[in-house]
């Protein structure tokens, strides 16, 4: 076995603020001490407003955590809400059963409908997806209007009220701490999942698949949950709206209702949870505020405000995508710089390891590998080997295959032909993310980091295939002892390629050659066995170079396995124990830096390639 890692002498865990927050908690309480009293000062009219504004604001919630985190845009939420509503209405008449029993119903149905849903749509890429929620948006209040059971287009009117014990909830102030104390736990709930393993991965999900597989994570399934979230959000809007209103028709849940929703969301701000509150807020106040100026314009003023709206919509589009709470936000920052939380040092337990192999055993072989781009062989039959414990370079001129090699390792490509084993087990046919599972990490030529997470965040990213749970578990909390574990293991590996301390800045803002030592930092996260980086000096000054070539020995000498393609002679020949130089697809030649050197097929084909020769044509490294 390799020598053990060095151990982090003192466990760091941090609150990792999560990079749009609801807010400190004086500004918390004062808020909900606000919500609080807020319906003994209104009036009727008031209170239920605030009731509206609260069942939409939950599914406006789910937009921004779909839309503004997870970049799936939605116009259909308002049937999910129809869902919903109908649901509990159903069981509660013709079911005759407790409006109560109406909320697990709801919750299951809207669920079940957004899993079918979302299994038929969320693989649709592009503009795709939204135009199929439009689809179904559109056909599932149709099904409302035309179900007698349902009351067709007239509805379903006297339903029962709320009643807690012998209290009812039939009136609006008593309506109104109920909707209130859901918006809340909506709230709360979103909050924890953002900072959580599974949220981390739904950040993930504007990077790309193959970013999320790299990590072991699967897009899909981290998409489909997402989009169930906020589905049942907007089911339990729809409960809530049932015994709010206690009368449902087809007409509140219908596309057009679907739009309002996700105006709210863009016009209060889909990167900030706070944004669905204020998003809500101000469309019912606009929509209440034309109710009562349009008709003193027109006489016809029925559809007159869905010109307004559009008109909103495009301006939003036009000058502020951020929202409302982006300016909120900027001008809170003006008045107090946000102080990030600090990392509390804690002793948390160190994540699980998995079994290094001893040193110079057969980590990853590579037998005959082929990949052909329709009529052109990108990659001819290739074969190499690397062992525990050393750093091969893959070489070769622009065009040579080496990305494609890394990409059909990785499992990103499928191969034509070959086969491929780690550790003596046959990785030819796995999937990237089971790959990434069975220890091989990787960089990429392009970086691939989530600009706006912290470093912390993206390097606990890393760890997703060594830690577990779910949603659920994330948003009600019960995973902390684990999130403690990975921020502490994330907070080490930043230590341990240099960017200790620098936890709460923003990848983002990092230049390019500390994004690529970030990544690293997250591909050392999941404990690989094979670490596979893929021109990591590419873009680097010639001071990072140097500090990423000492990382990079050093890691060695700490027993971490390395295969590197890179186009910098100078540094990789300093850098590796071996090299397998490619040439238009094959395999030129194996050896070490000093038997590539000396070779002179390997000169030829550098010299022979117009757009590297001289720059990148091996030669002798200068004396350091
Ligand atoms: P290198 O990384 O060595 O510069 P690549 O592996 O990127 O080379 O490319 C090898 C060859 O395969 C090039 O001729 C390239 O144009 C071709 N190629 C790479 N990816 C694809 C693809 N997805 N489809 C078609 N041809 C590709
Ligand atoms: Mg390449």
């Not at 319906?39 to 609260?54: E, H, Q």
């Not at 379903?156 to 859901?182: D, E, K, V």
């Amino acid at each position: 076995m390799n020598s053990p890692l060095p151990e982090p002498s003192r466990g760091i865990a941090a609150a990792a603020p999560a990079p749009r927050r609801l807010g400190p908690p004086v500004v918390a309480l004062l808020l909900l001490a606000l919500v609080l009293a807020a319906p003994l000062a209104l009036g009727g009219f008031g209170v239920s407003l605030m009731n509206d504004m609260g069942i939409s604001a939950l599914v406006a919630l789910g937009l921004v955590l779909l839309t503004g985190v997870g970049g799936a845009t939605s116009f259909g939420q308002a049937a999910f809400v129809g869902i919903g509503a109908y649901a509990t209405a159903w069981l509660s008449t013709a079911g005759g059963c407790s409006p109560w029993l109406g909320l697990p119903f709801a919750l299951a149905l809207t669920g079940v409908a957004a899993c079918v849903i979302g299994l038929l749509t969320l693989r649709l890429g592009g503009h795709f997806l939204p135009l199929s929620t439009i689809a179904w948006g559109l056909s599932i209040p149709l099904i409302f209007g035309n179900m007698d059971a349902l009351g067709r287009y007239s509805g379903m009117a006297n339903l029962p009220a709320l009643h807690l014990g012998t209290l009812s909830l039939g009136n609006p102030r008593a309506m109104y701490y109920l909707i209130w104390a859901c918006v809340a736990f909506a709230l709360w709930f979103s909050h924890n999942l953002l900072r959580s393993r599974p949220g981390r991965a739904i950040r993930g999900l504007r990077g790309g698949s193959v970013l999320l597989a790299s990590v072991g994570a699967d897009a899909f399934a981290v998409r489909l949950g997402l989009f169930v979230v906020a589905a049942l959000f907007a089911g339990l809007a729809g409960w809530l709206y049932t015994y709010a209103n206690r009368f449902v028709s087809p007409s509140p849940f219908d596309l057009r209702a679907g739009i309002e929703y996700l105006l709210m969301a863009i016009l209060g701000g889909v990167g900030y949870l706070s944004g669905a509150l204020v998003g809500s807020g101000l469309v019912l106040l606009l929509k209440d505020l034309l109710q009562d100026l349009l008709p003193l314009l027109s006489g016809r003023a029925g559809q007159l405000d869905a010109v307004v709206f559009s008109a909103l919509f495009i301006a939003l589009l036009h000058y502020a995508r951020g929202g409302a709470m982006s300016f909120v936000a900027r001008g809170l920052r003006r008045w107090r710089a946000p102080r990030p939380a600090p990392l509390p040092v804690e002793q948390a337990p160190v994540l699980p390891r998995r079994a290094q192999p001893a040193r110079g055993e057969a980590l990853l072989e590579v037998q005959g590998v082929s990949k052909r781009f329709g009529g052109l062989l990108a990659v001819d039959a290739v074969s190499f080997e690397v062992r525990a414990g050393e750093i091969v370079g893959l070489i070769g001129p622009n065009g040579a295959g080496k990305s494609t090699m890394f990409n059909l390792l990785t499992g990103v490509l499928p191969k034509s032909a070959g086969r491929v084993r780690l550790l003596g087990r046959d990785i030819t046919a796995l999937s990237q993310r089971r790959i990434a599972r069975m220890g091989v990490a990787r960089t990429f030529q392009h970086v691939k980091l989530r600009p706006a997470m912290s470093l912390l965040d993206n390097v606990a990213l890393g760890t997703h295939a060594r830690t577990r749970g779910g949603l659920l578990a994330a948003g009600l909390r019960l995973d902390r002892a684990q999130e403690r574990q990975a921020l502490r293991e994330a907070a080490w590996q930043l230590r341990r390629v240099g960017l200790g301390g620098r936890e709460h800045e923003r990848a983002g803002t990092l230049p390019l050659g500390t994004q690529r030592v970030l990544e690293i930092a997250r591909a050392l996260a999941a404990d690989p066995l094979l670490l596979v980086l893929d021109e990591p000096a590419a873009g680097l000054r010639r001071q990072e170079r140097v500090a990423l070539g000492e990382l990079l020995r050093r890691l060695r000498d700490e027993g971490v396995t390395i295969l590197i393609v890179e186009h910098d002679m100078d540094f990789v020949m300093r850098l590796v124990d071996r090299l397998v130089v490619m040439n238009f697809g094959s395999r030129l030649l194996e050896g070490t830096p000093a038997q590539v050197r000396a070779d002179a097929s390997v000169q030829a084909a550098y010299l022979g390639s117009a757009d590297t020769a001289g720059t990148d044509a091996p030669r002798a490294p200068a004396t350091p």
